[in-house]
């Protein structure tokens, strides 16, 4: 089995300080992550039901849809870079697509 790399996990520490409802959640997500062989948006899609790509991206409904990761994933490489964490209401501004 193959592990995937997170980049990084200090977004999702400093998002859980900020909130920490959300810790035992971002942990769950973190660990099936890291420990998955996914090689497209559609395998990944049978663990994480909700996801959803948008453009390049994969987002991620956390703790009941209240908060939203966002995440690039390379599937290749195995490789995931975790972009955003917002809350639900955050997310819904679009500011994040700005970036």
């Known amino acids: 089995m ?3 790399h997170i980049i990084s996990w200090k977004k999702l520490s ?7 409802t ?20 559609s ?3 049978m663990t994480f039901r909700t996801a959803d790509q948008v453009g390049n ?3 991620f409904n956390i ?8 995440a690039a994933i390379h599937y290749n490489r195995q490789k995931v870079y975790v972009r955003d964490i917002l809350t639900h209401t955050e ?3 679009n500011k994040w697509k700005e970036k």
């Open 43 to 45: 395998e990944l899609k």
């Open 14 to 20: 400093d998002f859980i300080e900020d909130y920490p």
């Open 57 to 59: 991206l994969t987002v």
């Open 63 to 70: 703790n009941g849809n209240h908060f939203r990761l966002i």
């Open 91 to 93: 997310y819904n501004k």
């Open 2 to 4: 193959n592990f995937v």
């Open 22 to 41: 959300s810790e035992s959640s971002l942990k769950s997500w973190h660990k099936i992550i890291k420990e998955s062989d996914f090689f497209n948006f």
